[in-house]
């Protein structure tokens, strides 16, 4: 019997193979001095662990969650044989990024701390555009003056024609982290996810939750799709982008076609309830705040370009120019004075106008 969702095999929840993992060019992280932000998290955790074992010359890693934070430092702690600083900082706080990377000097970073939860950035639209945009502008900026080399941003599918918060500041930080690779001396490029299996809060681990306390399994509608790929996929993406050559560019998933959320909990109540004689008990809920049926990959202004690398592709944008850095950031500064006014709905408003803006 299958207890857990780890013990899943994950093709069976995608309905595909699972990409090819061979992480090509890898010997560009070794011997590197790479920072991690959101390292505790559920795709930073995996990703540290990867890093890891490619044999860094040290690893800088920060977190504003203590609890996580600890966890990760006690799991893996003994087991580094690199030199390792755990780090309890928020990436709004630009004095403390400065003094973390003016002493630690990363080579590499990777900027995977997010607020990523749609229905909570709707009502919590300032803090979403604090992290997510002073958070993202703060670390690009404090990275470029200690020096760092190559700046990866993981972004999501939710960044095209965002109709949330969430989606919008996605798409905001993706033109500021392209017009940063301008403006820095520092080679910036961005992964666009999609969804991934394992990560904490996703559907997947709410069926999972609904399953083990015998409750009906709550959907949006049973139409609704996602694009997914696996935490392995998921990792191997974000190294796979620091080691790429060219800088200023979008690498994303080829996750296949989009997955029914409906058919997805029919297959996990069969696999986690096997002994159970009754339908999969599902109750429509209807759509939340900054949800749509279903997710867009690309904009209109892109194509997907193939790549050499086996299930990951290049975004490519007709657009004829990118937005100035300066720009962006006067944008931000905006956003950030309505958040502190507290005009909730204006702020949402011009978010998602300037997001759309820049598409």
């Given at each position: 019997?299958?207890?857990?969702?780890?013990?899943?095999?994950?093709?069976?929840?995608?309905?595909?193979?699972?990409?090819?993992?061979?992480?090509?060019?890898?010997?560009?992280?070794?011997?590197?001095?790479i920072?991690?932000?959101?390292?505790?998290?559920?795709?930073?955790?995996?990703?540290?662990?990867?890093?890891?074992?490619?044999?860094?010359?040290?690893?800088?890693?920060?977190?504003?969650?203590?609890?996580?934070?600890?966890?990760?430092?006690?799991?893996?702690?003994?087991?580094?044989?690199?030199?390792?600083?755990?780090?309890?900082?928020?990436?709004?706080?630009?004095?403390?990024?400065?003094?973390?990377?003016?002493?630690?000097?990363?080579?590499?970073?990777?900027h995977?701390?997010?607020?990523?939860?749609?229905?909570?950035?709707?009502?919590?639209?300032?803090?979403?555009?604090?992290?997510?945009?002073?958070?993202?502008?703060?670390?690009?900026?404090?990275?470029?003056?200690?020096?760092?080399?190559?700046?990866?941003?993981?972004?999501?599918?939710?960044?095209?024609?965002?109709?949330?918060?969430?989606?919008?500041?996605?798409?905001i930080?993706?033109?500021l982290?392209?017009?940063?690779?301008?403006?820095?001396?520092m080679?910036?490029?961005?992964?666009?996810?999609?969804?991934?299996?394992?990560?904490?809060?996703?559907?997947?681990?709410?069926?999972?939750?609904q399953?083990?306390?015998?409750?009906?399994?709550?959907?949006?509608?049973?139409?609704?799709?996602?694009?997914?790929?696996?935490?392995?996929?998921?990792?191997?993406?974000?190294?796979?982008?620091?080691c790429?050559?060219?800088?200023?560019?979008?690498?994303?998933?080829?996750?296949?076609?989009?997955?029914?959320?409906?058919?997805?909990?029919?297959?996990?109540?069969?696999?986690?309830?096997?002994?159970?004689?009754?339908?999969?008990?599902?109750?429509?809920?209807?759509?939340?705040?900054?949800?749509?049926?279903?997710?867009?990959?690309?904009?209109?202004?892109?194509?997907?370009?193939?790549?050499?690398?086996?299930?990951?592709?290049?975004?490519?944008?007709?657009?004829?120019?990118?937005?100035?850095?300066?720009?962006?950031?006067s944008?931000?500064?905006a956003?950030?004075?309505?958040?502190?006014?507290?005009?909730?709905?204006?702020?949402?408003?011009?978010?998602?106008?300037?997001?759309?803006?820049?598409?």
């Amino acid at each position: 019997m299958i207890e857990s969702l780890s013990d899943i095999p994950q093709e069976q929840l995608l309905g595909r193979p699972s990409a090819p993992l061979e992480l090509l060019g890898a010997e560009q992280l070794a011997g590197r001095r790479i920072a991690v932000t959101g390292a505790a998290g559920s795709v930073g955790g995996p990703l540290v662990r990867m890093l890891a074992a490619l044999k860094p010359a040290g690893l800088l890693l920060l977190d504003n969650h203590e609890h996580t934070l600890f966890r990760l430092k006690l799991e893996l702690g003994r087991e580094m044989a690199i030199p390792t600083r755990w780090a309890l900082a928020d990436i709004r706080d630009r004095r403390k990024l400065d003094l973390l990377f003016q002493a630690e000097r990363p080579e590499i970073v990777f900027h995977l701390a997010a607020y990523k939860h749609v229905p909570l950035g709707e009502e919590n639209p300032d803090q979403t555009v604090g992290v997510n945009l002073a958070g993202t502008r703060a670390l690009l900026e404090a990275a470029a003056e200690a020096g760092t080399v190559r700046f990866i941003y993981p972004s999501s599918d939710k960044a095209v024609k965002p109709p949330s918060v969430y989606g919008g500041t996605k798409r905001i930080a993706e033109a500021l982290a392209l017009a940063a690779d301008r403006q820095f001396d520092m080679d910036v490029l961005i992964s666009r996810f999609v969804n991934i299996v394992g990560t904490r809060g996703s559907v997947i681990e709410t069926f999972h939750s609904q399953i083990a306390a015998g409750n009906p399994l709550t959907l949006t509608d049973p139409g609704m799709t996602r694009y997914w790929i696996t935490m392995a996929e998921a990792t191997r993406l974000l190294a796979q982008t620091a080691c790429h050559a060219e800088s200023g560019v979008i690498l994303m998933p080829d996750p296949g076609p989009a997955v029914n959320l409906a058919e997805m909990a029919h297959h996990l109540y069969r696999l986690l309830a096997p002994s159970s004689n009754c339908e999969c008990p599902i109750q429509y809920i209807g759509p939340r705040p900054g949800e749509r049926m279903h997710e867009i990959l690309l904009a209109d202004t892109e194509t997907a370009a193939p790549t050499r690398y086996p299930g990951i592709v290049q975004v490519v944008s007709s657009r004829g120019c990118r937005p100035d850095y300066r720009e962006v950031s006067s944008q931000i500064d905006a956003l950030l004075k309505m958040a502190e006014a507290g005009e909730t709905a204006a702020l949402r408003g011009h978010l998602l106008d300037l997001a759309h803006s820049l598409q």
